[in-house]
């Protein structure tokens, strides 16, 4: 699979605040790159780059092999782009803006007729053809924000949260939208909202105050696995019980410790040791309520990621 | 040609544009009636001075929308990462401004039309005085540029736009107060000094250059400001 997305120690100081720090990924042909993060972690800064709003102050981006700085215009030519909050010239027209945008694109002629009348069918806006874009709905807008990154066909679509200010009905059309595209082409798309990237994208890569903390296959297995199990008994001895069981490499406790029955969380190395973890509660006389696999979710792993590093004395 | 259909069709289906034509239009027609009946002579002297007056104010009003607004409701960001230049960006909207003040001296050529009609006018001192006029509102017209691309607000492009433009047009006042060298500077920035010999009917390619160079300083500032930090 061929990369079409390259960042090499990609870094972006904005005077004395670092919001990228030295970032490397790669996003293959087809594939759909989640960039996850809360709000100022860097996310919209590297699309921004990317797509040549910004300049890197260290660092490469590519795109299909072209840097986005010695190569801008052929470099952009090849990305389709709806920034944050999809801005648009209000006074336009839908039809008259794709126009505009597609003859900025190089577009002419037949051609350019083509492209925004299937852009118009593909995105729904056939009844809205004439409708000045001010007076468009969000989701509309958002609409006309991906009609025109899809003109020219770009081999990549860079997406800046595309579900924000969406009704639900509108998420979900916008989510199968984007899996739909995917097929096509390169899509990288950022959220602050874990849910939400989890069912879009095929792989997530995490940011953190301007640092890539991992990516992350959505829907794949993993080595490390994790127990939960529901016991009621003294904490310490129910530790060291747990602790004892062969294949148990850690043991953390879930919610409040105080709980009548309180979760355990263990780090286990395969599934076949949730046996003998029952088999050495029950032995011990602790009431076992429940033992379950859990993988490790997304959720799990951005919080584990992003948590702050324990103050000394605390 | 697709930036410079979009800035044409932004500027002319604003108010603004008519706003200003109007009253361009009805403050010309004064000044022209007022020195018609009191001076009695064909000549548009006096009408280009109070033209150029009037471009001190009015482009200034023209132009604080062009970048700024762009900025402001991020429209800026899908023009920058669209595959153009910067230079077409700057000269699409620089141009669709230059046609307003075109179309606003056309208007104005009706007095030089009733003059014509009437007396037996000096044709050399109106033709240089409009040429003047264009290559004045071109001026301020890039400097309005610039300063609309520093700023996403727009009253504070004009305002500061038009601070700029009364600056230079009067700064050659300050030179009886500086010794030599610098009076000859401050005169030879003047945008008064440079304007005064087209009204009357002097025209001399120092004063051409001059202006062209003012609208090519703001012309390559406007692109600075479009940089790509």
């Not at chain 1, 052929?74 to 909050?85: F, L, N, T």
């Not at chain 1, 529901?230 to 294949?247: D, F, I, K, N, T």
């Not at chain 1, 879930?254 to 263990?266: H, T």
């Not at chain 2, 009695?40 to 009037?54: D, I, K, N, S």
Request: hydrophobic share 50%.
């Amino acid at each position: 699979m061929s990369a079409v997305i390259v960042a090499e120690q990609l870094t972006k100081w904005y005077g004395p605040r670092l919001a990228v720090d030295h970032v490397s990924f790669t996003v293959g042909a087809g594939e759909i790159m989640g960039l996850l993060g809360p709000n100022g972690s860097g996310k919209t800064t590297i699309l921004r780059i990317f797509t040549g709003y910004l300049r890197p102050s260290s660092g490469a981006a590519r795109i299909a092999d072209l840097d986005v700085v010695d190569d801008a215009l052929a470099a952009r030519r090849r990305v389709g782009y709806v920034p944050e909050d999809a801005p648009l010239y209000p006074g336009m027209g839908v039809a008259e803006f794709l126009r505009f945008m597609g003859r900025l694109k190089g577009l002419a002629g037949a051609g350019l007729t083509a492209a925004v009348d299937a852009g118009l069918e593909r995105l729904r806006l056939g009844s809205m053809r004439a409708t000045q874009i001010g007076r468009l709905s969000r989701g509309y807008r958002q609409r006309v924000a991906i009609a025109q990154a899809l003109l020219g066909d770009p081999p990549l679509l860079i997406l800046d949260e595309p579900t924000n200010g969406l009704d639900p009905r509108q998420i979900i059309e916008m989510r199968e939208l984007i899996r739909a595209l995917g097929g096509e082409r390169t899509i990288v798309v950022t959220s602050h909202i874990l849910g939400e990237i989890e069912r879009v994208a095929d792989r997530v890569a995490i940011l953190l105050a301007g640092r890539m903390l991992g990516t992350h296959a959505v829907g794949a297995t993993h080595g490390g696995r994790r127990l939960r199990v529901r016991l009621r008994g003294e904490e310490a001895p129910v530790r060291a019980c747990l602790a004892e069981v062969p294949g148990v490499a850690a043991v953390h406790l879930e919610g409040r410790p105080a709980a009548s029955a309180p979760v355990y969380l263990l780090d286990v190395a395969d599934a076949s040791v949730a046996e003998a973890v029952a088999k050495a509660v029950i032995a011990a006389g602790f009431g076992l309520s429940s033992l379950e696999l859990a993988p490790v979710d997304l959720e799990a792993l951005f919080l584990e990621l992003t948590r702050e590093p324990a103050e000394p004395g605390r | 040609m697709t930036l410079l259909a979009k800035e044409e069709k932004a500027i002319f289906s604003s108010p603004i544009a008519y706003a200003i034509v109007a009253v361009y239009l009805l403050l010309m027609g004064y000044t022209f009636t007022l020195m018609l009946f009191l001076n009695r002579t064909a000549e548009l002297v006096r009408v280009f001075f109070q033209a150029a007056v009037l471009f001190l104010l009015i482009v200034p009003v023209i132009t604080m929308r062009l970048l700024a607004e762009e900025r402001r409701s991020g429209t800026l960001e899908i023009l920058l990462t669209s595959p153009v230049r910067e230079i077409e960006i700057v000269l699409a909207k620089f141009a669709a401004c230059l046609t307003l003040v075109a179309a606003m001296l056309v208007l104005t050529a009706a007095d030089a039309v009733v003059l014509g009609l009437y007396a037996d006018p000096d044709w050399g001192p109106i033709y240089s005085g409009f040429v003047g006029l264009l290559l004045l509102g071109g001026a301020l017209a890039a400097i309005g540029l610039a300063v609309s691309g520093v700023t996403s607000n727009q009253i504070v492009a004009a305002v500061i736009a038009m601070g700029a433009g009364i600056l230079l047009w009067m700064i050659d006042s300050i030179g009886y107060l500086l010794p030599e060298p610098f009076d000859t500077i401050v005169t030879s920035l003047s945008l008064v000094a440079h304007f005064t010999p087209f009204a009357t009917g002097a025209l001399f390619l120092s004063d051409l250059g001059f202006f062209l160079t003012v609208i090519l300083v703001g012309l390559l500032l406007s692109m600075r400001t479009l940089a790509r930090r």
